[in-house]
């Protein structure tokens, strides 16, 4: 059995998007773009639901070189 470490940075990107972010495993996509300054705090006023929509077409791609 092979096992392979995905804890890192990786990139994070819309889904029909080639425009990338960076991102982090273990995470959370909400807070990377909340880093990235993509969205607004989703836990302040109403926030949430013009966030959800961002956050659900999001995609993580790794920028490692794996050899599996």
């Known amino acids: ?3 392979c470490d995905l804890a890192g ?3 994070l990107r819309r889904s029909g998007s080639q425009q990338a972010m960076d991102g982090h495993l ?3 996509n909400y807070l990377d773009m909340l880093d990235n300054r993509v969205i607004d705090n989703p836990f302040w006023e109403i926030n949430e ?3 959800t929509a961002i956050a659900r077409a999001t ?3 790794s920028n490692m ?3 599996w």
């Open 1 to 3: 059995m092979i096992k």
């Open 59 to 61: 995609a993580f791609t």
């Open 9 to 11: 940075k990786w990139n």
């Open 49 to 51: 639901a013009g966030t």
């Open 26 to 28: 273990p995470g959370c």
């Open 65 to 67: 070189n794996n050899t």
